[in-house]
């Protein structure tokens, strides 16, 4: 989209929106980092967790600046890219090795925020309960469009995070909840290392 091209008024409204939706996405992320911080959770996880959800934000304001879709969708590739380069920069010091690939398709910048933030919870999770010390990690997380659906797989080489989001504490409820913001299913896996989602990406 060209914004050069609008008139006032279109830009006004253009600017409106993209304020109320940059809005509506820091609420999200600043009710997350209070509900970790009332629930005690480690503030160094706490403070990862916020800093790559708000370098992700910022990817995804320009990406949807820059996109010549005409449904202003932006490209999944595009951004996990950028979010595989967020993770190692704000995780270089625990040592984890990042891989992923993603099946290039548009999706809704909301859409792409929300699995941001479940992706971003589930290296969160991996780093509390899979990982041993002396583990060399390994995370990866694939996206595929599937007719009308999305699957993001999501992987450890630890013993995996299955047993505690089937749980009943606070972690499961809030990963329990990230899944119901992007409308997603979870999917049977015999490996509790391997967590899959479904969902709808427009």
Do not use: W
Request: proline letters at 1%; aromatic letters at 12%.
């Amino acid at each position: 989209m060209d914004v050069t091209d609008l008139k006032p008024d279109e830009k006004r409204l253009l600017l409106k929106n993209f304020n109320h939706r940059l809005n509506n996405d820091l609420q999200e992320v600043l009710a997350l980092i209070k509900l970790k911080k009332r629930f005690n959770i480690d503030k160094d996880e706490i403070i990862n967790f916020s800093c790559v959800s708000i370098a992700s934000m910022s990817s995804i304001q320009n990406l949807m600046y820059n996109t010549n879709h005409e449904s202003d969708y932006i490209s999944t590739s595009e951004f996990f890219d950028d979010f595989v380069k967020i993770l190692n920069d704000y995780y270089s010091k625990s040592n984890i090795e990042f891989s992923n690939e993603i099946e290039d398709f548009y999706a809704s910048p909301k859409k792409v925020f929300q699995l941001m933030l479940l992706v971003n919870e589930m290296v969160s999770l991996s780093l509390d309960f899979s990982f041993n010390e002396d583990l060399e990690k390994k995370i990866s997380f694939n996206l595929e469009k599937i007719g009308e659906e999305g699957l993001l797989t999501y992987s450890d080489n630890g013993s995996g995070i299955k047993e505690i989001i089937s749980g009943s504490d606070i972690r499961a409820v809030l990963f329990e909840q990230l899944i119901k913001q992007i409308d997603g299913t979870l999917e049977s896996s015999d490996s509790d290392s391997v967590i899959s989602v479904k969902f709808y990406y427009y």
